[in-house]
C-alpha cells in the first residue's frame, strides 16, 4: 500500500524525503503525478506511453512481473506499453532490470548514472530515478534497478502502485483509477532495505471456502491458481509462503508450483509440522507405516530425503523438527531427546543431499504449542536455525526472546494468526483483527528483537485482504507505523482501494466493523452474548453495527459503479453479515425472554430470526452469484451460526426458537430494566435501577400485551420531576418508555418515587430511586451506585521518568483506546515513587473495602522471567505490587497456557482484581505504575460494597468525570 502525506507539503520537501532514502516501511511521497513539468519523466502524456526496456538476461520473474507492469499501465490508460529488450531510438523508455544481471543496468552504474553503491550486496532494494541521456538515441529514462530479483520486482509493482493498481485488482475486484498523464517526479525513490529479512502468509483452513473456489477455477491448487498468489504476495512486498495443506501438496499435485515459486523469487516454507519441504499429505500411512521415528525412521528419513531432493536450488526455509500425525503433539510428555535426535538427523539430510554444510541452508523450527515447552525445559537447537516463536493461535504471543538475549545467528520469527481451527472455538469466516493489536503484539515482537521472518495464518486469503496488507506493510518497517498513525493505515487504505470516494467514511466503517468483531468473534455468539437487561447492552450492540450497516449502504448506492464489487467484498457484506447475524442471536435472546413472559411479540420474534437467518444465505448468495458475475462462489462458505463446540457445524444452525399460544383478551405485562421477570407476575417490588445527577442517565419500562387485543395504557405519578417518553397510548403488541428525570426540580439528596402504570384493568407500581447531590468539591469520576467505571487512555495526570513514555493506542480494545508504555526494551522497572505512573482522580462516595478491576487486552506472559508486574497504589499510599501472570498454568490442546485462557481470549479480555480498603469517602486518586513492559489497560472498574455493578461482556458506559 502507498501512503500519501495528507497536510499540504511543498514539493521541494517531498522531493527531499524522496532523495533521503528514509527506508519508510511505505513509501511517504507520491512520486507519480498528473501534472508534467521540465524535470518530471512523462510515463504515459498526450496519448502516448513509454516503451519498457528490460534485458533477455535478466532473472525470468523480472520479465514475467514486466508483463504485469505493461497490463498495469494499460488498465490506468488504455494504451499498452511495448516492452522491448533491443536499445531504443524513443525519447522517453522505463529501462528495468537487475544490477549484475542486466547489461544495461550494469552499464548505467559504469557510467555512473545511477549509483551502485546504492543497491550492492543489499537485500531486495530497488531504486527508481530519471536519467537523462541513459541510452544512445533516448533522451531521458525512468530507471528501476534492483539489488537482487525481488528488488527489481518491488521497484516495479512500486510503479504500479503509484500508478493507482492495488494488490488487490484481482483478489478483491479494485479497479484502476483511469488516468491519461502520469508523470514521475525527479529524485531516488526507494524504499530501502526491508527491516524483517522474511514476511509471509500461510493459507491455510481453506476448505469449504478456498478449497471450493479453486476446484470450480483451477480443478486444483496448481500453478494458474499459485501464480496469483504468487503475484499478491510480491505486489504487498511480502517473499514467503507456507502454502495450502489440509488436503493440498504444493509441490506434489502440480509440479510447476515450486518452479513458478522460484521464477517469481517465492521463498517457499512448510507450515510447523511438516518438515524438510515435505506436505504432511505426502505421508501414506498405509504404504509408509507409523508418523513415529521411534518406530518407522527408515521411512521417514526416506520421505524427508526425498523432499530435500526435490527442493534443489529453489530458495527455501526449510523447517525442521517434528510433530504427530495430523498437527497433534508427538508424544505424551516432553520428548527433548528424541527431537534433538530428530533435528540431527534432519541436519544430516540436508547435508548430505545438498553437499555443503546445513548451516548454509536456511532452516526454521517452530515452538508451535507443545514444542515450546520443550524448548523451555533445555531443548538444544542449532545457532544457525531461526526459532520460529508463536502466538496462542488468538493473537497474543506466547514466548519472546529476553530482551538482553544473546545474538542467535539464526535469529527469531513469529507465527501469527489471522485464522484459526481449534478451541475454544474455530474462527475463520470473516475479520475479526484489530490492526492496533496486531500492531501492538508485532511492535512488542520486534523490540525484542524479533526480526528475521513474520508469518501470518490468513486461512482462505478472504475475507481478510485488509489486515494481511497492513502486516506485510508494518513488516516491511515496523519503526514507521506505530500509535499515533494507525488511523492513517485505514484512511490510506480506503483512499488506496476506492478511489478516494468517501474516504473518510469507508475507512470509519472498516475501522469499528474489525472493531466491534473483535469484542467476541462471530463464532463466539450466542443468544447470551450480550446483556438484554443490563446497560442496554444487546440494544445497543445491534444498534452501532445497523448504524455501520446504513452507512455502507448509503455509500454504495453513491458510489461509482466499478468500485461496487469491490466495496461489497471488503467492506459491505463484512458489515452487513456481521450486523445482522449480532441482530440474530439477540433476536433470540429477546425471543426466548419474551415466551417466557408470555408477550405477544414473542412469535413474532421467532419469524424476526427465521428471516434473519434467511439474511445471512441471501448475503452469501449475492456474494457468490452476483458479486462479480460469480467471481467468487464458495468464498463465503465457511459455516458460522450454531456452534457448540471448537468445531464448526456441517450447515449453518438456526437458533431455538419458541412460539406461543396467545389469548384473545388483552393483559397488561409491565417488565423493566435490570430485571427478567415481569409484573404483575412477580412477587417483589419493580424499581428501576437508581438515577444519580451527576450521570443524568436514563432508564426503560417494556409495557406488553399478553393477548391480540389491544388496550390503552396511562402512567401516572405524583412527582413531575420523572419525565415518560409517552404517558398514555395504545398498546398492541408492546412499546418502551423512556424514562428520565429533570434535575433541576427533583429533591435534593435520596428519593424514592412511585409512577403507577394501568391498562387492561390492572395497575402496576414502579419504584422509581433518585439521588440528586449539588457537585461542590468532588473531583474526578464519580462513584454511582456503588462503582466507578473508566476508560484507561482518560487519565487525570501522568508522570513520565526520562526516557520513558506512556502511549494512547486509539480505538484498541472495547473502549475507545488502550494505554501502554514504552519503551519496550528498558524491561522491568523497580516499583517505587519513580516508576512510570498514571493517575486518574475518582470521588469515592463509600469508604471501605474497594475492588480495583484493571481490564487488559489478554496478553500473554511472554518472557521466561518470574511473573509480569504492574503497581497499584491510592493517593500517597505506597504502590502494590501485582502479578499479571499470576494464574495457575495447565496444559491443554492448545500447549502450556493459563487457567482462565479459554475465557479471556473469549471475551478478549483479562481482568485483574486488587482490593485496598479506603477509610474516608471523598476525593481520591487512584495510581497505576509500570513494572513491566508489555501490558495494555483498556479499562478500570472500581468497586465499593455498595457496587451494584452487573456482569456483562462490555461493562458499563464510563461514569462521570468532574475536572477541576
Known amino acids: 500500500m502507498k501512503v500519501t502525506i495528507r497536510k499540504n507539503t511543498f514539493l521541494p520537501l517531498l522531493l527531499l524525503f524522496s532523495i533521503m532514502n528514509i527506508g519508510y516501511a511505505i513509501n511517504p511521497d507520491k512520486y507519480v503525478t498528473n501534472k508534467a513539468s521540465k524535470e518530471s519523466f512523462p510515463l504515459a502524456s498526450n496519448g502516448k506511453v513509454a516503451s519498457l526496456l528490460v534485458s533477455d538476461m535478466d532473472f525470468p520473474g523480472v520479465l514475467r512481473v514486466v508483463n504485469h507492469l505493461q497490463n498495469d499501465i494499460r488498465l490506468v490508460t488504455s494504451i499498452s506499453p511495448t516492452i522491448t529488450n533491443k536499445s531504443s531510438t524513443e525519447n522517453y523508455v522505463v529501462i528495468i532490470g537487475t544490477l549484475g544481471k542486466s547489461p544495461i543496468i550494469d552499464q548505467l552504474a559504469r557510467e555512473g548514472k545511477i549509483d551502485a553503491s546504492k543497491l550492492q550486496g543489499k537485500w531486495e532494494k530497488f531504486t527508481t530515478q530519471i536519467v537523462n541521456n541513459p541510452i544512445e538515441g533516448v533522451q531521458k529514462a525512468l530507471v528501476i534497478a534492483g539489488s537482487d530479483k525481488r528488488g527489481t520486482i518491488y521497484g516495479i509493482y512500486d510503479l504500479s502502485n503509484q500508478i493507482g493498481v492495488t494488490p488487490w485488482y484481482f483478489w478483491a475486484d479494485v479497479p484502476a483509477k483511469k488516468q491519461s498523464e502520469l508523470h514521475v517526479l525527479s529524485g531516488v525513490h526507494t524504499l530501502g532495505e526491508p527491516k524483517v529479512k522474511y514476511r509471509g502468509i500461510f493459507i491455510n483452513d481453506e476448505a469449504p471456502a478456498l478449497t471450493g473456489w479453486v476446484r470450480q477455477n483451477y480443478g486444483k491448487f496448481n500453478a494458474k491458481f499459485y501464480d496469483k498468489v504468487f503475484e499478491l504476495i510480491l505486489r504487498m512486498k511480502g517473499n514467503y509462503l507456507w502454502p495450502a495443506m489440509w488436503s493440498e501438496k504444493f509441490y506434489a499435485d502440480d509440479p510447476q508450483n515450486g518452479i513458478l515459486a522460484d521464477e517469481y523469487g517465492i521463498v517457499m516454507g512448510t507450515s510447523h509440522h511438516e518438515p ?41 526455509l526449510v523447517t525442521i523438527g517434528m510433530r504427530g500425525d495430523g498437527d497433534e503433539p508427538m508424544t505424551e510428555g516432553t520428548a527433548i531427546e528424541l527431537l534433538e535426535n530428530i533435528v540431527k538427523t534432519q541436519r544430516e539430510i540436508i547435508t548430505t543431499v545438498t553437499k555443503k554444510p546445513a548451516e548454509q541452508t536456511p532452516q526454521i523450527w517452530a515452538l508451535y504449542k507443545e514444542v515450546q515447552e520443550y524448548y523451555d525445559k533445555g531443548m538444544k537447537v542449532p545457532d544457525d536455525v531461526t526459532l520460529l516463536l508463536c502466538d496462542d493461535n488468538w493473537g497474543n504471543l506466547r514466548k519472546l526472546p529476553a530482551l538482553d538475549a544473546k545474538p542467535r545467528k539464526g535469529g527469531y520469527g513469529i507465527y501469527y494468526h489471522f485464522d484459526y481451527v481449534g478451541g475454544p472455538r474455530s474462527y475463520k469466516w470473516i475479520n475479526t483483527n484489530q490492526i492496533e493489536r496486531t500492531w501492538e503484539q508485532m511492535h512488542l515482537a520486534y523490540e525484542h528483537g524479533v526480526d528475521k521472518v513474520w508469518i501470518v495464518n490468513v486461512g482462505d486469503i478472504k475475507p481478510v485482504e485488509f489486515p494481511i496488507e497492513f502486516f506485510l506493510d508494518y513488516a516491511w518497517n515496523p519503526e514507521y507505523w506505530n500509535e499515533t498513525n494507525l488511523n492513517d493505515y485505514y484512511f490510506q487504505w480506503a483512499k488506496d482501494n476506492f478511489g478516494g470516494q468517501n474516504t473518510e467514511e469507508i475507512a470509519h466503517l472498516l475501522k469499528m466493523y474489525s472493531k466491534y468483531n473483535a469484542n467476541r468473534k462471530p463464532e463466539l455468539l450466542d443468544s447470551s452474548s450480550y446483556s438484554l437487561i443490563h446497560y442496554n447492552e444487546a440494544e445497543n450492540v445491534v444498534s452501532d453495527y445497523n448504524k455501520l450497516a446504513k452507512k455502507a449502504q448509503e455509500i454504495n448506492a453513491n458510489l461509482k459503479s466499478e468500485y461496487k464489487d469491490a466495496f461489497y467484498q471488503l467492506i459491505l457484506y463484512p458489515i452487513l453479515a456481521s450486523a445482522n447475524l449480532n441482530e440474530l442471536y439477540v433476536t433470540a435472546a429477546k425471543n426466548n425472554l419474551y415466551a417466557n413472559q408470555g408477550r405477544a411479540a414473542t412469535n413474532e420474534y421467532a419469524e424476526k430470526l427465521k428471516s434473519l437467518f434467511d439474511k445471512d444465505a441471501e448475503l452469501s448468495t449475492y456474494y457468490h452469484k452476483t458479486m462479480a458475475n460469480g467471481k467468487w462462489n464458495h468464498m463465503m462458505s465457511q459455516t458460522h451460526i450454531g456452534y457448540t463446540n471448537w468445531q464448526d457445524p456441517r450447515t449453518n444452525i438456526i437458533p431455538k426458537t419458541t412460539t406461543i399460544e396467545i389469548p384473545v383478551k388483552a393483559e397488561l405485562g409491565v417488565a423493566i430494566e435490570g430485571s427478567t421477570n415481569w409484573w404483575p407476575n412477580a412477587t417483589e417490588k419493580a424499581v428501576l435501577p437508581s438515577f444519580n445527577s451527576s450521570e443524568n442517565n436514563t432508564s426503560y419500562i417494556d409495557i406488553f400485551n399478553r393477548g391480540t387485543t389491544p388496550f390503552d395504557f396511562k402512567i401516572t405519578s405524583k412527582s413531575n420531576w420523572i419525565k415518560f417518553s409517552k404517558s398514555k397510548g395504545s398498546i398492541d403488541k408492546q412499546e418502551r418508555i423512556i424514562v428520565q428525570i429533570d434535575w433541576k426540580k427533583a429533591p435534593q439528596g435520596s428519593h424514592t418515587a412511585t409512577a403507577i402504570i394501568s391498562g387492561a384493568g390492572k395497575k402496576i407500581a414502579i419504584a422509581i430511586k433518585t439521588n440528586n447531590t449539588e457537585l461542590t468539591d468532588e473531583k474526578g469520576f464519580i462513584e454511582n451506585n456503588g462503582f466507578i467505571a473508566i476508560n ?111 475465557k479471556n481470549v473469549t471475551d478478549n479480555i483479562k481482568v485483574i482484581t486488587t482490593e485496598f480498603q479506603i477509610d474516608k469517602a471523598g476525593n481520591h486518586t487512584l495510581n497505576y505504575y509500570r513494572m513491566d513492559e508489555g501490558l495494555v489497560l483498556q479499562k478500570i472498574i472500581i468497586e465499593t460494597e455498595k457496587s451494584e455493578l452487573k456482569p456483562t461482556l462490555l461493562g458499563p458506559s464510563e461514569s462521570s468525570n468532574i475536572k477541576k
Open 276 to 316: 524438510l519441504a515435505k506436505a504432511h499429505g505426502e505421508w501414506k500411512k498405509n504404504s509408509n507405516g507409523e508418523w513415529d521415528f521411534n518406530k518407522n525412521p527408515e521411512s521417514l528419513k526416506k520421505f524427508w530425503t526425498d523432499g530435500i531432493e526435490r527442493m534443489g536450488n529453489k530458495e527455501t
Open 792 to 902: 484507561a487512555v482518560n487519565f487525570s495526570n501522568k508522570y513520565e521518568p526520562e526516557s520513558f513514555k506512556w502511549k494512547v493506542v486509539p480505538n484498541l480494545g472495547k473502549t475507545d483506546g488502550a494505554v501502554i508504555s514504552s519503551p519496550i526494551k528498558k524491561g522491568r522497572v523497580e516499583l517505587n515513587e519513580n516508576a512510570p505512573k498514571l493517575s486518574y482522580n475518582v470521588h469515592l462516595k463509600t469508604p471501605g473495602t474497594i475492588k480495583v478491576q484493571l481490564h487488559f487486552s489478554p496478553t500473554i506472559h511472554y518472557s521466561t522471567r518470574e511473573g509480569m508486574y504492574y503497581g497499584l497504589s491510592f493517593d500517597n499510599g505506597n504502590p502494590v505490587k501485582v502479578n499479571y501472570a499470576s494464574d495457575p498454568v495447565i496444559f491443554d490442546y492448545n500447549g502450556k497456557v493459563t487457567k482462565n485462557w479459554d
